[in-house]
């Protein structure tokens, strides 16, 4: 059973920087699709970033373009999301997930059937 843990999360002020983590386990495949989405109080879950587990492939939000940067870390089955210049804007839980459909670079909820529990992050102004 796919399982995915994040850590990583926290208080930090705007203008500063935290890196997300978030380890998979329990794949049986190879080829799949990790992201990051995230989920303001009062607000639907929203894409943020993927990544093509094999290829490196990328693809952001544009409004996290420029400041955020995923990546992965093959031997450890794990993928970072690196958040620089942070706003108030992007506090949120922020959601790790995987899916098998490798082919496109998904950007919505319904197309990823693997889900983390979520990381606080909170951006203080």
């Known amino acids: 059973q796919v399982q995915l843990a994040e850590s990583g999360g926290g208080l930090v002020q705007a203008g500063g920087s935290l890196r997300l983590s978030c380890a998979a386990s329990?794949?049986?495949?190879?080829?799949?699709?990790m992201g990051w989405f995230r989920q303001a109080p009062g607000k639907e879950r929203e894409f943020v970033a993927t990544i093509d587990y094999v290829t490196g492939r990328t693809g952001y939000a544009d409004s996290v373009k420029g400041r955020f940067t995923i990546s992965r870390d093959n031997a450890k089955n794990t993928v970072y999301l690196q958040m620089n210049s942070l706003e108030s804007e992007d506090t949120a839980v922020y959601y790790c997930?995987?899916?098998?459909?490798?082919?496109?670079?998904?950007?919505?909820?319904?197309?990823?059937?693997?889900w983390g529990q979520g990381t606080q992050v909170t951006i203080s102004s």
């Open positions: 997930a995987l899916d098998r459909n490798w082919v496109l670079l998904r950007r919505t909820v319904s197309e990823y059937a693997y």
């Open positions: 329990g794949l049986t495949f190879s080829h799949f699709l």
